[in-house]
């Protein structure tokens, strides 16, 4: 029987859920079709720009708000972050420029990412470990949701109404979800003190550097290029110069006295993240080229991904915390590894098969994200946990979308490596109708078989990098031991606390 306390936290951590979900739908509802979208706005090349500016905002402000949830609090941040968003989003939608609109979706997406780090931050700020499994789980959830039925519900409301109107809907989730959780959320014991602007600064600079980078290879330089090599070396500076300066400061943004536990589960979210969630954004396009061009089909049949990760991430969330991370990571790994195998012999066959390698890919990734997350938040203090958890879904995002960028620029080298264009000579004996079928029906069967050579290659180094994260995870044996420790100390404080509140209330 709940606490009449503990029922007014789970309302908040709707209220928050709901918040998650307008922030992780606000990345996507506009990716396909922008150009085509904005009609009505004045023609501009910079069209291009109107999803990655949210990215890129979205990614550079979650380590922020992570931290400076632990600086000033949950509530004066669960303030910020609605208003950026709900800011943003009605400047868009009286945008008269795209160039307007992209420099407001930069707004929008920092209050989104500011909105990410706090969710997650305030469930291991208001839960003890043992009762955080059902919490992590919503968010993760309202997150899943919110990424993978953003674009269709995007493209519905484009169709039926006018691209402004997305703006409105996910501004109204935000806004209900911000009202809940500021009537419901406890209080919490924080002390307040001085940000280090310049910590903040750069961490901004590396992770939304990092974000730009995937964002725009492939787009203004080529994968494997000298401007593309660049680009990573000046990511790489700014990660440490990031480093240097959280080293040296009284008060780091970064997460740099972290143990070699922690470091493990940073390396496996990102890893896994860019072999399993980055592979997701590329199984929409496979299958958009293998059928038809059905957005609304195609995003109904995550619904199979969903469906895989329920079950395994619901019971995880609870039981990591006897068995610990290790096993829950070799199980997934295990079996992201299969899926990447299946999805290379099947998904080209039909919806149905296409369907089933969804279903494995959401088992494996049950087993891994919210354990990660749920073991992460269980081994830092709850005054530094908006700092751990802030980087931790940071990286996350950031394997999420190199994933995507990386696997995309492969295939599309692939796709265009040995394509020839043609020219269609017209003269008297020509159908000019049959010849271009023709050449449209090769044109498509190249593609195909183009994929299918670059999936295989790609399917290769995943399952490699999965196999070698997993023999990564069968060392984590002693700090399972000790989050398992820890967990059972907080879990006797936790029981002792529950019986002075019931002593109180009678």
């Not at 008269?96 to 469930?123: C, N, Y």
């Not at 994260?469 to 398992?484: C, H, Q, R, Y």
């Amino acid at each position: 029987m709940m606490t009449a306390a503990e029922r007014q936290r789970a309302i908040a951590m709707w209220g928050l859920a709901l918040c998650v979900l307008a922030s992780a739908a606000g990345w996507v509802f506009m990716r396909f079709g922008a150009s085509w979208s904005v009609g009505d706005l004045p023609e501009s090349d910079w069209v291009d720009h109107i999803v990655p500016a949210y990215i890129i905002a979205e990614v550079a402000f979650i380590p922020i708000g992570g931290k400076l949830t632990d600086n000033l609090g949950v509530r004066p941040m669960l303030i910020l972050a609605p208003f950026l968003f709900v800011f943003g989003s009605m400047m868009c939608i009286i945008s008269v420029s795209v160039e307007m609109l992209v420099a407001f979706r930069f707004v929008q997406g920092s209050g989104a990412g500011i909105m990410l780090a706090l969710a997650f931050t305030a469930v291991g700020k208001f839960y003890f470990p043992h009762r955080r499994g059902k919490a992590d789980e919503l968010m993760t959830a309202a997150f899943a949701i919110g990424s993978l039925f953003g674009t269709g519900v995007g493209y519905f409301f484009t169709e039926q109404f006018n691209w402004r109107f997305g703006f409105v809907v996910f501004s109204i989730a935000m806004i209900v979800g911000f009202i809940v959780a500021s009537k419901t959320l406890p209080e919490e014991a924080h002390v307040r003190s001085k940000c280090d602007v310049v910590g903040l600064i750069l961490a901004a600079a590396a992770f939304g550097t990092a974000a730009f980078y995937t964002q725009y290879v492939e787009v203004y330089f080529p994968l494997l290029s000298l401007e593309s090599a660049l680009a990573a070396a000046f990511i790489i500076a700014l990660a440490a110069l990031y480093f240097v300066r959280s080293r040296s400061s009284a008060d780091p943004v970064m997460p740099v006295g972290s143990t070699r536990f922690q470091k493990t589960l940073v390396l496996l979210m990102f890893m896994f993240s860019l072999c399993g969630l980055g592979l997701i954004q590329y199984f929409f396009k496979l299958y958009l080229t293998y059928y038809d061009f059905d957005i609304y089909k195609a995003t109904i049949m995550f619904l199979f991904l969903i469906a895989g990760a329920a079950a395994p991430s619901i019971y995880g969330s609870h039981k990591v915390f006897d068995t610990g991370v290790r096993p829950w990571i070799i199980i997934g790994s295990s079996i992201v590894t299969i899926a990447l195998m299946v999805t290379h012999l099947i998904a080209d066959q039909g919806t149905t098969q296409f369907s089933i390698c969804l279903f494995l890919f959401g088992i494996g990734l049950g087993c891994l994200v919210n354990q990660i997350i749920c073991s992460m938040q269980a081994v830092v203090p709850a005054e530094s946990m908006g700092k751990h958890i802030g980087n931790l879904i940071a990286v996350r995002m950031l394997g999420i979308i190199a994933g995507n960028a990386i696997v995309g620029a492969y295939i599309k080298e692939v796709v265009r490596g040995n394509y020839h264009n043609y020219v269609i000579e017209i003269d008297s004996g020509t159908n000019i109708l049959e010849t271009i079928a023709y050449r449209i029906m090769n044109d498509m069967k190249y593609v195909a078989d183009a994929l299918d050579d670059g999936f295989i290659m790609t399917v290769i180094i995943m399952a490699m990098a999965a196999t070698f994260l997993t023999a990564i995870a069968v060392t984590l044996e002693k700090d399972d031991s000790d989050m398992i420790s820890a967990v059972k100390a907080d879990e006797a404080e936790s029981v002792s606390e529950d019986s002075e509140e019931e002593e109180s209330q009678n």
